[in-house]
Nanobody
Framework: QVQLVESGGGLVQPGGSLRLSCAAS????????MGWYRQAPGKQRELVAR???????NYADFVKGRFTISRDNAKNTVYLQMNSLKPEDTAVYYC????????????????WGQGTQVTVSS
């Protein structure tokens, strides 16, 4: 099993910045991809950004140029630097990871964190 623990959410004014962190722990053999999703009230969960173990990134169009995802493979940690935040960025942000556990011979599985609230409001 893999546990994902997010931190760094909070209340910020429009135009402000926040940095989210997500640390993975447990019986990890390797993590192939890590990313961030978000879910606003009454809306479906949506991809924000994702990064592979090789550093390949992809972003949702609505965050390009404002958010940056990065990853520390040695620490099994992924970060999301969020700049120029807008009220519409308000949501619960969830960490997600694809991982092999134990000896690495089993199937790759997908894991979710419990989420961290980001509120952008004046």
């Amino acid at each position: 099993q893999v546990q994902l623990v997010e931190s760094g959410g909070g209340l910020v004014q429009p135009g402000g910045s926040l940095r989210l962190s997500c640390a993975a722990s447990g019986s990890i053999f390797s993590i192939t991809a890590m990313g961030w999703y978000r879910q606003a009230p009454g809306k479906q969960r949506e991809l924000v950004a994702r990064v592979t173990s090789g550093g390949v990134t992809n972003y949702a169009d609505f965050v390009k140029g404002r958010f940056t995802i990065s990853r520390d493979n040695a620490k099994n940690t992924v970060y999301l630097q969020m700049n120029s935040l807008k009220p519409e960025d308000t949501a619960v942000y969830y960490c997600n990871a694809d991982a092999l556990t134990g000896t690495g011979w089993g199937p790759k599985e997908n894991y979710w964190g419990q989420g961290t609230q980001v509120t952008v409001s004046s």
